[in-house]
């Protein structure tokens, strides 16, 4: 049972606790559980992965990069169609308006677009292994936002996961080799600390409004609502980037750009598609995580990907992987096996309680 659950109001009115998506078998909650974590950890590897070559071979559009980050929205209609079709629409008549809906996506994705464009910024003007370790500190923002929004329950073993994971992160990051970059005034640089703290903090509080939204607005328990959460969200902040990209006048050095690109034309159009393909496939898995367990769980996930880029940085780019990176690795994934384990004791718990309920039920009408 995931920590963030709520009890659910029967047809009675009485208030029962159900585990999320509670009409369907759990091991379907668990295969649905693993493929948003692969979705999360292969997205977000590959696109750091593709961000990184993007910007050695000579790509430097700011609005760029935070365009790619929602544009292959379009791709989601397929597998969305497919599951609409297949889903039953179990809650018709408790969905929200079409202004009510219209209004939170047109809200949480103009904060994506925000969002995005603030860590663009930031990378801009600081070294990776500042940026890195600022951006760690997303967890524990979104530890104290799901407090606040969601009412995220706190045990030893999501504390134990919190911290480790935040440790390793920043382990990680100090241990970078890259240095501060040269001929930034001071005034950028102080300007990268401050939009890369802002993104994490919004990000932190976006992840917490999505999952308000699931429980609150949307109620529905079908796996294409949160397609749908990232379709138009992505929509919205697409729109956004595109007008910013123009506003700014960054779309005239484009040409430039593409010409001068190391490896090619075709390989920077190449780049540039699969890095955006990359970003939805994890935006896919951040949002699904949401959805079915809670903001702090696809934020432990996300943490958990900093170390999984490593491994992939040593394979695809020959990275050297050093003693501290290998430790930071192991933190990470005792963090992640603490969370899961809990999410493991808080399902046994439900079970048990589901149980005791039916018993006693069985034994009043008897």
């Known amino acids: 049972m995931p920590v963030n659950e709520e009890p659910i109001l029967s047809n009675n009115g009485t208030s029962t606790l159900q585990l999320p998506l509670s009409q369907q078998k759990r091991l379907y909650w668990w295969l649905l559980l693993a493929l948003n ?3 999360l950890l292969v997205g977000q590897a590959a696109a750091v992965l593709l961000g990184r070559f993007y910007y050695d071979k000579g790509g430097n559009s700011t609005w760029m990069a935070t365009l790619v980050q929602t544009a292959a929205f379009p791709v989601l209609f397929i597998p969305y169609f497919f599951l609409q079709s297949s889903e039953e629409s179990s ?8 202004i009510t809906l219209s209004l939170i996506y047109i809200v949480i994705g103009s904060l994506i677009a925000g969002d995005n464009m603030l860590y663009s910024v930031g990378l801009l003007y600081l ?3 500042t940026y890195s370790l600022i951006c760690a500190t997303q967890l524990a923002f979104n530890a104290i936002s799901s407090y606040f929004i969601n009412h995220q329950k706190f045990t030893a073993l999501i504390f134990n996961s919190v911290v480790i994971l935040s440790l390793s992160a920043s382990l990680i990051a100090v241990n970078d080799n890259s240095n501060e970059p040269s001929g930034v005034p001071k005034g950028k640089y102080i300007l990268g600390i401050v939009t890369t703290l802002s993104a994490s903090a919004m990000y932190s509080v976006l992840l917490s ?13 079908t796996f294409s609502v949160v397609l749908e959460m990232q379709i138009y969200t992505s929509v919205v902040a697409t729109c956004v980037s595109i007008v910013g990209l123009f506003a700014s006048g960054e779309w005239k050095t484009l040409r430039g750009e593409m010409d001068g690109f190391t490896t090619g034309k075709l390989s920077y159009i190449m780049t540039l598609v699969w890095t955006a393909v990359a970003w939805q496939l994890c935006s896919v898995g951040v949002v699904g995580l949401i959805y079915v367990v809670s ?20 394979i695809v780019f020959q990275d050297k992987m050093n003693s501290v990176k290998i430790i930071a690795m192991l933190m990470s994934f005792w963090g992640f096996a603490s969370y899961i384990y ?25």
């Not at 809650?91 to 079409?98: A, D, E, F, G």
């Open 209 to 221: 409004l999505m999952q308000l939204t699931f429980q609150k607005v949307l109620k529905k328990e």
């Open 37 to 39: 974590i692969i979705f």
């Open 295 to 314: 903001s702090l769980f696809s934020n432990v996930i996300s943490t958990l990907s900093l170390a999984v880029t490593p491994i992939a940085s040593l």
């Open 342 to 366: 809990q999410n493991y004791l808080d399902d046994i718990k439900a079970r048990k309680t589901k149980a005791d309920a039916n018993d006693a039920s069985t034994s009043s009408c008897c």
């Open 127 to 129: 070294s990776a292994s």
């Open 91 to 98: 809650n018709v008549l408790n969905l929200p308006s079409i």
